[in-house]
């Protein structure tokens, strides 16, 4: 009875190296005795930086020592490439080298999640921006913000509930021209299969790698193969080996299955985007303190660009804790040229976005959160500075108006009056 390690040794490299070829479709050339390369099937590589060679244990192994870092077994690749679970992808491989009796011992693959049919992960949707304020990330996030809004606006029947729900959120048509809010489809959509950006750009990332380099130091394209990524073990499955080209076989939207929200500064330059999972099912943003991007977008303030010289003219702010807050309170102001609310997309606001705030003048901070004690001493703390005053209001209600939280306040705000539009 032959072991798995038997079939995959040394003795066998030749084998193994002329499966792989056929499997992943790509031609090795030899380097020295028992190691071979060629360009890596999981990245976007020019340099053969994927190798075979044998270890110290006398096992063939599959390296990449360029993007990826991936590190694979025969089985493991069969996995990769067939969707298969590690137990058939041992009987496939002994039964290549026909291997009549075949020893599978027990355990996973140390290296591919086992394959399963499980929706889209629960992971915090994220803030997209650059990683270093580089022009060309910056250029980026403005082509794909255009790109996500303009597959929305133009696909209205084809993404109907995108639009029923922000419609219900109090985001209509108007709305989301004026914010340019888009939608990334999801990684089982039949037409764009989570690759609506990178397919749309893929002749330019062809014809120039920078190009690519851009996108993806922007945080705007997802390496599926990133073994560090969280639920590593989904997007490693939806490498698509159909797919020609290495830049949307290997890559994936980042926001793939999120509403876009485009995140400006006061002089209306895209600073980042905002993903937003469409329903009310598990996290459905990522809040400022949670540690899962590069970085923080301490500084941002939905809705700034278009508050800022009311903000000034009035000494007057609302903030809010999320996008939709934003909205039922810009909804009612925006008819009555008062459009002073910001929302600081989460109950805090960090020192970078306090400094931004205490430069405007304002003399009344109206604060609509569900906050914690952290967020409260945050905001008494710009607020003193400032020498303003503080109104809290708590947190918007289910259903309820925001006509209704503000008319107790603005009484006593000097020049600032509200009528209740209906």
Same mark, same amino acid.
């Given at each position: 009875? $032959?072991?798995?390690?038997?079939?995959?040794?040394?003795?066998?490299?030749?084998?193994?190296?002329? +499966?792989?070829?056929?499997?992943?479709?790509?031609?090795?050339?030899?380097?020295?005795?028992?190691?071979?390369?060629?360009?890596?099937?999981?990245?976007?590589?020019?340099? =053969?930086?994927?190798? %075979?060679?044998?270890?110290?244990?006398?096992?063939?192994?599959?390296?990449?020592?360029?993007?990826? $870092?991936?590190?694979?077994?025969?089985?493991?690749?069969?996995?990769?490439?067939?969707? +298969?679970?590690?137990?058939?992808?041992?009987?496939?491989?002994? =039964?290549?080298?026909?291997?009549?009796?075949? #020893?599978?011992?027990?355990? !996973? @693959?140390?290296?591919?999640? =086992?394959?399963?049919?499980?929706?889209?992960?629960?992971?915090?949707?994220?803030?997209v921006e650059p990683m270093k304020p580089d022009q060309k990330n910056v250029a980026?996030?403005? #082509?794909?913000?255009?790109?996500?809004?303009?597959?929305?606006?133009?696909?209205?029947?084809?993404f109907k509930p995108i639009w029923d729900y922000l419609a219900r959120r109090g985001?209509?048509?108007?709305?989301?021209?004026?914010?340019?809010? @888009?939608?990334?489809?999801?990684?089982?959509?039949?037409?764009?299969? !989570?690759?609506?950006?990178?397919?749309? *750009?893929?002749?330019? *990332?062809?014809?120039?790698?920078?190009?690519?380099?851009?996108?993806?130091?922007?945080?705007?394209?997802?390496?599926?193969?990133?073994?560090?990524?969280? #639920?590593?073990g989904y997007y490693c499955r939806q490498i698509d080996f159909r797919r020609k080209?290495?830049?949307?076989?290997?890559?994936?939207?980042?926001?793939?299955?999120?509403?876009?929200?485009?995140?400006?500064?006061?002089?209306?330059?895209?600073?980042?985007?905002?993903?937003?999972?469409?329903?009310?099912?598990?996290?459905?943003?990522?809040?400022?303190?949670?540690?899962?991007?590069?970085?923080?977008?301490?500084?941002?303030?939905?809705?700034?660009?278009?508050?800022?010289?009311?903000?000034?003219?009035?000494?007057?702010?609302?903030? %809010?804790?999320? %996008?939709?807050?934003?909205?039922?309170?810009?909804?009612?102001?925006?008819?009555?040229?008062?459009?002073?609310?910001?929302?600081?997309?989460?109950?805090?606001?960090?020192?970078?976005?306090?400094?931004?705030?205490? !430069?405007?003048?304002?003399?009344?901070?109206?604060?609509? +959160?569900?906050?914690?004690?952290? !967020?409260?001493? @945050?905001?008494?703390?710009?607020?003193?500075?400032?020498?303003?005053?503080?109104?809290?209001?708590?947190?918007?209600?289910?259903?309820?108006?925001?006509?209704?939280?503000?008319?107790?306040? %603005?009484?006593?705000?000097?020049? *600032?009056?509200?009528?209740?539009?209906?």
């Amino acid at each position: 009875m $032959k072991t798995c390690q038997e079939t995959t040794s040394a003795a066998v490299i030749d084998a193994v190296v002329h +499966y792989a070829e056929s499997l992943l479709d790509l031609h090795f050339k030899s380097v020295k005795k028992n190691r071979y390369s060629a360009p890596c099937p999981f990245h976007a590589d020019a340099k =053969e930086d994927f190798q %075979v060679y044998v270890n110290k244990d006398d096992e063939v192994r599959f390296h990449c020592f360029g993007a990826c $870092k991936g590190d694979w077994d025969i089985c493991d690749l069969i996995v990769l490439r067939k969707q +298969y679970r590690l137990r058939k992808a041992r009987q496939v491989w002994a =039964e290549y080298m026909g291997a009549g009796e075949f #020893e599978l011992d027990a355990g !996973g @693959g140390a290296c591919i999640p =086992e394959p399963d049919d499980t929706s889209p992960p629960d992971d915090p949707v994220g803030f997209v921006e650059p990683m270093k304020p580089d022009q060309k990330n910056v250029a980026a996030l403005e #082509e794909a913000a255009k790109f996500y809004h303009d597959l929305l606006m133009l696909n209205e029947n084809r993404f109907k509930p995108i639009w029923d729900y922000l419609a219900r959120r109090g985001v209509g048509k108007d709305a989301s021209s004026e914010f340019n809010i @888009g939608y990334a489809p999801p990684y089982d959509d039949e037409q764009h299969q !989570g690759r609506a950006l990178v397919d749309g *750009f893929l002749p330019r *990332f062809q014809k120039n790698y920078e190009t690519f380099k851009a996108f993806t130091d922007a945080g705007l394209v997802r390496l599926l193969n990133d073994k560090n990524a969280r #639920e590593y073990g989904y997007y490693c499955r939806q490498i698509d080996f159909r797919r020609k080209y290495p830049f949307s076989r290997n890559y994936g939207d980042s926001l793939a299955g999120q509403m876009v929200f485009p995140i400006y500064d006061a002089d209306a330059r895209v600073t980042g985007l905002l993903g937003r999972r469409p329903g009310d099912r598990g996290i459905r943003w990522l809040k400022h303190q949670t540690r899962e991007v590069p970085l923080s977008a301490r500084e941002w303030l939905y809705g700034i660009e278009k508050a800022e010289r009311y903000i000034r003219q009035y000494r007057t702010i609302i903030l %809010v804790e999320g %996008v939709f807050d934003y909205f039922a309170f810009y909804n009612l102001l925006r008819d009555q040229d008062k459009p002073v609310v910001v929302s600081t997309l989460g109950a805090y606001v960090a020192s970078e976005a306090a400094a931004i705030l205490n !430069g405007l003048d304002i003399e009344h901070f109206i604060v609509a +959160y569900d906050w914690d004690e952290l !967020g409260r001493n @945050g905001i008494e703390r710009m607020v003193a500075k400032s020498g303003g005053w503080l109104y809290y209001l708590g947190g918007l209600a289910k259903d309820q108006s925001p006509y209704d939280m503000l008319k107790p306040v %603005v009484k006593g705000i000097s020049g *600032f009056s509200l009528e209740h539009p209906f």
